[in-house]
């Protein structure tokens, strides 16, 4: 049943968001931390971290997540429900491109929809930091990711893996 | 061209790129483009356009997109396959490891460290996003209406969105 459930909200997770990988986030912290308590805060935030370190798209921090809660089949389900609606969705309008493009209902759906994961991105960003960043080390460490990856290229998996190192060095 | 060709190639698309979107597309444009001229710029263009107009991770998209260019259905899930397959694999692994050690006193340090970056860069992700799709005072009170959606009357993020494109079309009428 648990399975069942994961496979729905992922489904609906991928099938709904847009505007990057990380649009899914508030979604899915609503219903497996929230809601179903599949994941507590903390957990729910390193699964975050291991889809950035890892290879390839974030969405693999699904995986991460579908193995907590149901082990290896767990994340298999999780992976499928998350690329079936994508595939789904952009094989038709791969197939339609030209027409889509020009429908204003899909633009004007959109178009109110970006903006709006701004918002819950942004309302989820306060819950998630209360667990997190707790004292001074995690504050700077905060201040200090969010500075270099505003201002600088350098790729997010060097910043986690640092922040990693760091805090290793401090915590212990 | 094979599927398995495409899942191959997919494959180390999946597992050389790291991290930000933009990397993997630069990836992308090199290895199918250039090397493998298995489509036209033009055409690796309107495949990203569309990874981006669908829902769904913009990356992952661009990649059924392309798949199913090259051949059809079965070119969209070898593309799939092969973009996921070295990640999940990780992830699955970095998820055995990480429930087997949780209560190891150095990766809970290490955690904490982590955790406190992915703060941060999510924080600079939503910065970013502000900056691109924040342009008039529609887009801010859109945003600013679901973040207090969510922040304050706790309402469900499916309602919200669902509200929010509902929203768009009375704002962006025929625009």
Redesign the interface.
């Known amino acids: 049943m648990n399975l069942l459930r994961l496979a729905f909200v992922l489904f ?1 997770a ?9 649009a ?4 899915l912290q ?1 219903e497996f931390v929230d809601h179903y308590h599949w994941l507590t805060n ?1 957990e729910f ?2 699964a ?14 699904n ?2 997540m579908g ?2 809660i149901g082990g ?1 089949a767990g ?1 298999l389900i999780a ?1 499928a429900a ?2 079936l ?3 789904i ?3 038709i ?2 197939n339609y ?1 030209l027409r ?2 020009e429908l ?23 819950f ?2 209360t ?3 707790i004292n001074p ?3 700077g ?7 270099v ?2 201002f600088t ?1 350098l ?3 060097f ?2 893996i ?7 060095v ?3 | 061209m094979s599927l398995r060709k495409i899942f191959l190639v997919f494959l180390k698309i ?8 933009y ?2 597309v630069a990836f992308f444009e090199r290895e199918l483009v250039e090397k493998r001229k298995w489509i036209t710029h033009d055409e690796f263009m ?2 990203f ?3 981006q ?9 661009t990649g ?2 392309i798949g ?2 090259l051949r059809r ?1 079965g070119g ?2 070898a593309a ?1 396959c092969g ?2 397959f ?3 694999i ?3 692994l ?3 490891f ?2 087997h050690m949780k209560d190891n ?2 990766l ?23 900056a691109r ?2 342009t008039e005072y ?3 009170l ?10 304050l009357f706790k309402l ?3 309602t ?10 009375a ?5």
């Open positions: 609906v991928n099938g709904l968001t847009i505007g990057g990988g990380y899914m986030i508030p979604l609503r903390k935030i390193d975050i971290a291991i889809g950035q370190v890892t290879p390839g798209p974030l969405t693999v921090m995986a991460f193995f907590k290896l994340a992976m998350s690329y609606p994508c595939i969705i952009v094989t309008v791969t491109y889509y493009k204003w209902v899909v633009k004007a759906g959109f178009a109110g929809i970006k903006p709006a994961m701004v918002g819950l991105l942004a309302a989820v960003l306060f998630l930091s667990g997190s960043v080390v995690t504050k460490i905060a201040v200090v990711s969010f500075a990856l505003t290229k790729d997010p998996s910043i986690i640092g922040a990693g190192i760091l805090g290793a401090v915590f212990r | 999946g597992t050389l790129s790291f991290g930000g979107v990397s993997m309107e495949s356009a569309i990874g107009m669908t829902p769904g991770p913009p990356i992952v998209n059924i997109c199913y260019k259905l969209a899930l799939t973009q996921a070295t990640g999940t990780l992830a699955i970095l998820a055995a990480y429930l006193p150095l809970q340090a290490v955690m904490k460290g982590v955790g406190a970056a992915v703060v941060g860069l999510l924080g600079s992700i939503i910065y970013k996003m502000a799709m924040i529609r887009s801010a859109l945003a600013l209406g679901a973040f207090m959606a969510l922040d469900n993020p499916i919200i969105i669902l509200g929010a494109g509902v929203l768009g079309l704002l962006y009428w025929r625009e």
